[in-house]
């Protein structure tokens, strides 16, 4: 007897929070849609304003990031490692 209470109040459960669900899921959608297009309209507002204040004149060019340079390790030949001499040999 427990057992089909339980079930009966779950699927009674269940139920109301299908219909709720159709009910407010709509509007929770719509206010997360309307927060991120508000969102786009912000940065393309800020995006726009600044490109209106910082306009490099047409044909100059600019370096954002320059890689520093490493010093190069010359190689003594001690370190190098055994070298072999080679020699090509032709086949008539």
């Known amino acids: 007897m427990g057992l089909l209470k339980f079930l009966f109040i779950a699927i009674c ?3 109301l929070i299908r219909i709720l669900a159709r009910i407010f899921l709509p509007f929770l959608f719509k206010k997360v849609v309307n927060n991120m297009h508000q969102k786009m309209n912000n940065q393309q507002e800020a ?3 600044y490109q209106g204040t ?3 004149p047409e044909g100059t060019v600019s370096v954002d990031y320059v890689p520093p340079v490493k010093p190069h ?3 003594k030949l001690d370190d ?12 008539k």
Request: proline letters at 0%; a negative charge.
């Open 13 to 15: 459960v269940l139920y």
């Open 47 to 49: 995006y726009q304003k």
């Open 54 to 56: 910082y306009q490099k």
């Open 73 to 75: 390790k010359q190689v």
């Open 80 to 91: 190098a490692g055994e070298f072999v001499d080679y020699e090509e040999v032709k086949e």
